[in-house]
């Protein structure tokens, strides 16, 4: 068969060839403004970021990457989950407000610390700059020099390119009052390129003057193309709400181009991911799983995964219950293949990073064996090496565990959660002749037997039904008949019903190889017994 994805191109491989016909040294640029919660769907913007870095570093490409957290915008509404108080504070820069928990710096803090810690557990590693401290040490003066002094060209562009004729007032900086804060309410009535002040006037009723120095910020639309330049970005992810005809990226190249004189990085336009149903996410509609919640359960390389083999202008559809386990299993398979084309081993190298865990337990079974273990480590490490997995790297165990654990607590249907009952269920009355029989079998064959790993146990309940089968004389004996026949579902059904006191469980080789020989041996023997 021929594999076509053989000699297709990673999307972070394109990008990066192509960025390295224009030179060697890059700058991948990656932002978000910490209004609020940030969520899974940002997160595709950093991986994003850092597979086309982590391609140039392998084409020996002299790169950066970096982050830029945009904490000096301003606050825009009361969001769902802020107390009505926080209206006083809409209009100033989110640097500026008091934390919602009152424990973090300030408000954009708040949300940036939990990000900046999944970007760690995701192996991604940017250099941080925050919007404040870049405006308030002056870095940004000279573009806000050149934005007031060429003020009637940048609107002539925005009117150009995006249709919308800018008011009479308008400035391509705003100043923060000095009296009330704010940032959304302030009119630009002069300014002094030597001194490097501003004058305004508020709605609040007060006027002043402020410093270029962190007394305001460029609008946006200004703000962003004087970042590329003062960076030298040449590659930039961004989602496709600012790639629009005549949205921010296409202002932005013009005003990059013809104010600041800087070549416009090359864009990457990413879709959104869609969590389960309910539609895209972003931190405004409330429909949101934070990257903390997320990491919580999602291995980091499974997340990577997740992201790294869709191209970026593909959405991403997200379920965290079930789907979750098959794109598990995809990883998994991917990392176990014995034969992979360049493409698939490129999307497994972008998976990985340095530092991040990887066992050789699958996840699925993991959360057989966390359900045995009553979540217990010792136990769990106890299951694993009797399972015959690698128990060298107990952290990563533990670390699998633990999502394992999350996942099990805030997103696993019903229908993958048991309990191993510490006695004969009731419901073990209603077991059948044939299936009393097939448990006696059991008990009586594992009482003799070695360790079973799952592949044995699940051949042994099969030999049941066969003909030849190594339990089907025995069941035949023990119910005096010379013909029997027993379907696979009636076995499993039985030795849940003994043992989890339901009709259904989890993929039976595996479930029984995690719990001890003997407490089958005596909870089967039992089971065979017992009447109502
Ligand atoms: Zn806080
Ligand atoms: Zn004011």
């Given at each position: 068969m021929v594999n076509f994805m053989a000699d297709i191109k990673h999307w972070a491989e394109v990008v990066a060839d192509d960025v390295l016909e224009h030179g060697n040294r890059h700058i991948v640029s990656t932002g978000i403004t910490?209004?609020?919660?940030?969520?899974i769907g940002n997160m595709r913007e950093v991986v994003t970021a850092d597979a086309v870095y982590r391609v140039l570093l392998e084409r020996d490409a002299d790169v950066e990457l970096i982050y830029m957290a945009d904490n000096f915008d301003p606050l825009r509404k009361v969001y769902p989950f802020l107390p009505e108080s926080f209206a006083e504070h809409v209009g100033k820069p989110i640097s500026e407000i008091p934390c919602p928990c009152g424990e973090c710096e300030n408000y954009a803090d708040h949300f940036l610390k939990p990000f900046l810690e999944g970007l760690e557990k995701l192996g991604i590693h940017p250099t941080v700059y925050k919007a404040d401290e870049l405006y308030k040490s002056g870095k940004f003066t000279e573009a806000i020099k050149t934005a007031l002094l060429k003020r009637n060209e940048i609107a002539k562009i925005l009117l150009k390119v995006s249709g919308k004729e800018v008011d009479?007032?308008?400035?391509?900086f705003n100043p923060i009052c000095n009296e009330c804060g704010k940032m959304d309410t302030t009119t630009v009535t002069g300014f002094n390129i030597d001194d490097e002040t501003v004058n305004y006037s508020c709605s609040c009723g007060s006027n002043g003057t402020v410093s270029m120095a962190g007394g305001g910020k460029l609008t946006w639309r200004v703000d962003w193309p004087a970042k590329w330049k003062m960076f030298g970005v040449t590659v930039e992810p961004f989602g496709k709400d600012h790639a629009s005809r005549g949205g921010s990226y296409d202002t932005g190249k013009r005003i990059s181009k013809e104010i600041f004189g800087y070549e416009p990085p090359k864009p990457i336009i990413y879709e959104w991911i869609m969590l389960g149903k309910e539609g895209a996410m972003s931190s405004s509609t409330g429909v949101v799983v934070s990257i903390s919640d997320m990491l919580k359960v999602v291995p980091p390389e499974v997340l990577r995964y997740l992201i790294i083999r869709t191209k970026p202008e593909k959405h991403i559809r997200f379920d965290p219950a079930i789907p979750l386990l098959t794109l598990v299993d995809n990883f998994e398979r991917l990392h176990s293949a014995d034969k992979l084309s360049e493409y698939d081993k490129t999307v497994l190298r972008l998976s990985h990073a340095s530092g991040l865990c990887h066992t050789d337990i699958p996840f699925k079974h993991m959360t057989t064996i966390y359900q045995v273990a009553h979540g217990d480590f010792d136990k769990i490490m106890k299951i694993v090496r009797r399972a015959g997995y690698d128990a060298e790297k107990e952290k990563c165990i533990k670390e699998l565990a633990d999502n394992v654990a999350s996942w099990l607590d805030m997103?696993?249907?019903?229908?993958?959660k048991f309990s191993v009952q510490?006695?004969?269920?009731?419901?073990?009355?209603?077991?059948s002749d044939e299936q009393r029989a097939f448990l006696k079998a059991m008990a009586e064959f594992l009482q003799d037997a070695d360790e079973l790993d799952g592949e044995d146990y699940h051949n042994l309940i099969y030999s049941a039904k066969?003909?030849?089968?190594?339990l089907h004389k025995r069941i035949k004996e023990i119910l005096g008949v010379d013909e029997l026949s027993l379907s696979p579902k009636t076995l499993f059904k039985a030795i849940y019903i003994s043992?989890?006191?339901?009709a259904s469980g989890p993929k039976a080789g595996w479930f029984l190889s995690s719990l001890e020989k003997d407490f089958l041996v005596k909870r089967f023997a039992e089971a065979a017994d017992f009447r109502p």
């Open positions: 910490p209004s609020g919660h940030i969520h009479p007032e308008w400035s391509p997103f696993a249907p019903d229908m993958v510490e006695n004969i269920p009731p419901i073990a009355a209603t077991l066969e003909e030849n089968g190594e043992v989890l006191g339901q």
